[in-house]
């Protein structure tokens, strides 16, 4: 009698999974309809309904479900490294900051320009042009 049940069941979950499958057929049909017609000439009946058998199966879903876990740990990752560079190119400026270039006072002085401008024009009476 269990044997008996049991093969019911079976029966029964295979009208269900016919049934899912014309579902999932009819339904990339309709996709494919709205496709242009170079491209549902090459989508063939045999192909869609492979598709729909490989969407009734859990594997595709599974897979792109740990696609998707690994993308997210690869832009965790990434993103973390971003930051920590940010932060020592902010800690190298902030120490190249500290000491003036070389040039940085003596350039407009070496040019005959203000000390406060880099163009002659814009100096003012009050301010001084360095001397050589």
């Keep these: 009698m269990e044997r008996y049940a049991g093969a019911l069941e079976e029966v029964a979950d295979g009208a269900r999974q016919q049934e899912r499958h014309y579902q999932l057929l ?4 309709s996709l494919v309809k709205e496709l242009p017609s170079s491209f549902q000439q090459r989508l063939s009946y045999t192909t869609l309904s492979d598709l729909a058998l490989a969407l009734l199966d859990g594997t ?3 897979i792109v479900q740990g696609l998707l876990e690994i993308q997210h740990l690869t832009e965790k990752s ?17 120490q190249r900051d500290e000491v003036p270039p070389p040039w940085g006072r003596r350039f407009p ?3 005959g320009i203000c000390a406060d401008r880099f163009l002659p ?6 301010t001084e042009t360095v001397p050589f």
């Design 26 to 29: 009819s339904a990339l049909q």
């Design 60 to 62: 595709v879903f599974e």
């Design 78 to 94: 990434l993103y973390n490294q971003r930051l920590r560079l940010q932060n020592e190119h902010r800690g190298a400026r902030g």
């Design 109 to 111: 002085a070496a040019l």
């Design 121 to 126: 024009w814009e100096c003012s009476e009050k």
